[in-house]
Nanobody, 115 residues
């Protein structure tokens, strides 16, 4: 069983930056696609970014392109989401996932962008 633990969320001013981390247990992290999703209050959960198992391919939601960067460190079973130029509309709970079918989910970390 894979467990995912997100960290790095918090309160940040508009225009600021945060880096989210996703620590995975087990030995299959490097074999699986990793993703970041978010859910804002009253809205549906949406895909933010995904990265292939060895990091050679990434894709992003249009709303975060050019501002967010997804990456992973397979040697340390950890994934990242670097977020810059944050906007109030980026406020949400952010979740990391593993697997092409999002088989595994973390518990989420809150990101609040506000002045």
């Amino acid at each position: 069983q894979v467990q995912l633990v997100e960290s790095g969320g918090g309160l940040v001013q508009p225009g600021g930056s945060l880096r989210l981390s996703c620590a995975a247990s087990g030995s299959i992290f490097r074999l699986l696609v990793m993703g970041w999703y978010r859910q804002a209050p009253g809205k549906q959960r949406e895909l933010v970014a995904r990265i292939s198992n060895y990091g050679g391919s990434t894709n992003y939601a249009d709303s975060v392109k050019g501002r967010f960067t997804i990456s992973r460190d397979n040697a340390n079973n950890t994934g990242y989401l670097q977020m810059t130029s944050l906007k109030p509309e980026d406020t949400a709970v952010y979740y990391c996932t593993l697997g092409a079918a999002n088989n595994y989910w973390g518990q989420g970390t809150q990101v609040t962008v506000s002045s």
